[in-house]
């Protein structure tokens, strides 16, 4: 058998080696026949039997949630499933083109597929525009059960060694072989934000994305190595690498154990400098993933996965409930919420009609710009955030400030919410600390009005780095160029530490660099003393703080922060990292 290899996107680290079990991809087997007249009601039938059986499945999956064992997302996107599976357009409207063109069920159904589709891929929010697949995958589940195969499950005990090579993946498809214990997933589309991505990382098992013909190259049986730190995948691999990757997996799994040995240990350098190590969370459940990994905080909470993949909007109670439950399981250590960012890639459908759809979604209306676009929902939320005050210490960020006005407009926004709730006699924080998102470079060169006018900053590092670069961190054609060593990225962060540090106003970098092991050192020469990243992250980045000292790095960090040729720079990084 020929050896190789297929590079793709590693949304989730680790090694896995094991045999390859093919997923099917229904809508590229379906046949094209014409049936009799007198056929037609019962093909329909055949169809609608389909329906159900699906419809069934789904709420047996949501059911299964109930054990805990799920990330809290997956609920919300096997409503998502639900609610397609129940629109005419996809439950009715096959019916008529199998009665019209006497066709079988399967093809009437692609045919509808492609027409919703081809509909999605008009829709110029990137967001919506996403849930194409969506709609795929729901079509997908209904042709297996067409086509009598609705599960792609090998038999029980082999699991641990399967890896799961597939077109896409749903949600439901990973909840359902979430139960067996698989040891990888690989897929042809995807991205670090896709479903398959999330999940993936939500059940901590390597896997690489974006492969683009795996499921057409590899075959069912075929030996594997998912190598998801390094975002390669090796097919048929030799005895010397399999070998060789073998002793890594060992070597990565032995490390893992070490690292959990640091949970309680003080996050202190060499020479005595205390750093602060906060957890990023979308969701009230990562509390706990967050904890385990020794977290002392929460110095990013994405409230706007409060309003995605469900229907009708989050209330102010049900805000002030999910932050009042993260607000006392950290038990007195700092949770910084975020108000909502939404627009761009990560928009409600309900807010459809307020979001003003924008050629260019990044650079138009979102995080604070619709905040204060839309005042009803974004006093809402200060009010549901400011209730959560009195039951830990919370902090409210706002995203994506640009000018010292829309400082003053957030915050008169905040002293509205605060006058609402003693009106009402609500107790909560007067005092709440409130810091502001340092994510493009206008912010970094015009720091002044923060400084005076904030308590914090954080640094985002993923729009900072698109903003300054021009580069769309979600376009596949133009990834490659986004780059956070960048001399003219290292030099805006440097400027941000630097002008924060001086005015004696706490920073925090809360972007992906954060949990970045190359950048560790980098960040702490610069000057940065709080960290906050996924709470996988954490665990490594404390082992390469307890190794640095903060002093013997700055002579390098500042050669660094002077150099503009890549190869130099990489010279000076590796070293530094030695």
């Known amino acids: 058998m020929v050896s190789f290899a297929l590079h793709g996107i590693g949304v989730s680290g680790g090694i896995a080696i094991g045999r390859a079990q093919l997923v099917s991809h229904a809508t590229r087997e379906v046949a094209h026949y014409t049936i009799p007249l007198a056929q037609v009601p019962s093909e329909i039938e055949r169809f609608t039997t389909a329906i159900g059986e699906v419809k069934n499945e789904l709420e047996g999956l949501h059911a299964a949630l109930t054990s805990g064992d799920a990330p809290g997302e997956f609920g919300a996107f096997l409503d998502i499933h639900a609610m397609i599976l129940n629109d005419p357009t996809l439950s009715e409207a096959p019916k008529r083109i199998i009665a019209e063109q006497r066709c079988n069920a399967e093809w009437a159904l692609t045919l509808q597929m492609g027409v919703l589709v081809e509909q999605f891929d008009q829709i110029e929010d990137s967001y919506l525009r996403e849930r194409k697949a969506d709609v795929v995958q729901v079509g997908e589940r209904v042709l297996k059960r067409l086509m009598g195969r609705p599960g792609t499950i090998p038999p029980a005990g082999v699991e641990e060694q399967t890896i799961l090579v597939a077109h896409d993946l749903s949600p439901a498809d990973v909840i359902q072989f979430k139960q067996h214990h698989f040891a990888a997933f690989l897929t042809d589309l995807g991205g670090v934000t896709s479903?398959?991505?999330?999940?993936?990382?939500?059940?901590?098992?390597?896997?690489?994305?974006a492969t683009h013909n795996a499921r057409q190259l590899i075959r069912d049986g075929e030996m594997m190595i998912v190598d998801g730190s390094n975002h390669v995948v090796i097919v048929n691999p030799d005895r010397a690498v399999l070998a060789e990757y073998r002793l890594k997996q060992n070597e990565f799994d032995l490390a893992r154990q070490k690292l959990r040995r640091l949970r309680s240990k003080r996050a202190d350098t060499l020479d005595g400098v205390h750093i602060e190590l906060h957890a990023n969370i979308e969701l009230p459940e990562d509390i706990e993933h967050a904890l385990k990994n020794g977290a002392t905080g929460i110095g990013l909470f994405r409230s706007e996965f409060l309003f995605l993949n469900r229907t009708g909007l989050p209330s102010e109670d049900e805000q002030f409930e999910a932050f009042r439950k993260v607000a006392e399981g950290m038990q007195g250590m700092p949770v910084t919420i975020r108000t909502f960012d939404l627009g761009a890639d990560k928009q409600q459908a309900d807010l459809e009609g307020l979001a003003r759809v924008a050629p260019n979604p990044a650079l138009g209306l979102r995080a604070i710009r619709f905040c204060l676009a839309e005042p009803r929902l974004f006093l809402t939320q200060l009010r549901a955030i400011l209730r959560a005050t009195h039951y830990g210490n919370v902090r409210i960020l706002l995203p994506m400030l640009a000018s010292s006005s829309e400082i003053d407009q957030a915050l008169a926004m905040v002293a509205r919410a605060r006058e609402s709730l003693r009106e009402q006699n609500v107790p909560f924080n007067p005092d709440v600390q409130i810091g502001g998102m340092i994510e493009i470079p206008a912010a970094v060169l015009a720091m002044g009005a923060f400084l005076r006018k904030l308590d914090f900053l954080s640094i985002g590092t993923n729009d900072l780095?698109?903003?300054?670069?021009?580069?769309?961190?979600?376009?596949?054609?133009?990834?490659?160029?986004?780059?956070?060593?960048?001399?003219?990225?290292?030099?805006?962060?440097?400027?941000a530490i630097g002008t924060a540090s001086k005015a004696k106003v706490p920073i925090a970098v809360c972007g992906e660099m954060a949990g970045d092991l190359q950048s560790t050192r980098l960040l702490l020469g610069l000057g940065l003393r709080e960290f906050s990243m996924h709470p996988s992250h954490l665990l490594g980045v404390k082992q390469r703080v307890l190794q640095t000292d903060?002093?013997?790095?700055?002579?390098?960090?500042?050669?660094?922060?002077?150099a503009d040729e890549p190869d130099k720079l990489a010279m000076l990084l590796a070293r530094l990292n030695a």
């Open 195 to 209: 479903h398959t991505a999330i999940v993936a990382r939500g059940l901590n098992v390597p896997a690489v994305v």
């Open 465 to 495: 780095i698109q903003y300054t670069l021009a580069v769309d961190r979600a376009d596949d054609a133009v990834s490659h160029l986004f780059d956070p060593m960048h001399p003219a990225v290292l030099r805006l962060i440097a400027l």
């Open 550 to 562: 903060v002093t013997a790095t700055e002579p390098w960090v500042e050669r660094i922060r002077r």
